[in-house]
């Protein structure tokens, strides 16, 4: 900033078009220690992209949590879930 705009008390220039600003707090918990904050950035970035890939990958089929102990038995999913809902009707009728 120039020392006119600290003089008038000037809101600071935007930053240039990709750049990223990052928040004081954030950066005491990236916990780089000696390496430079560019590099600790990336591999906290690198890292959870890493992340959301695995759990992308382990949440393919899109299943509810309640089956996903189930992913494996594929053809018995159905006849299991009939059998849960016909145990269900059966208590409710019996009550």
């Known amino acids: 900033m120039s020392w006119l705009g600290r003089l008038f008390n000037s809101a600071p220039p935007p930053p240039p078009p990709n750049t990223v600003v990052i928040p004081d707090d954030i950066v005491g918990q990236l916990g780089g220690g000696d390496a430079p904050l560019q590099t ?7 890292s959870l992209i890493e992340i959301r890939r695995r759990a992308a ?14 992913a494996g038995q594929k053809g018995e999913i159905d006849e299991s879930l009939r059998d849960r809902v016909t145990q269900r ?4 009728h019996d009550s």
């Open 40 to 46: 600790t950035v990336d591999a906290a970035l690198r």
């Open 57 to 70: 990958e382990h949440d393919s089929e899109g299943l509810p949590f309640w089956l996903r102990r189930e």
């Open 89 to 92: 009707r059966a208590a409710e």
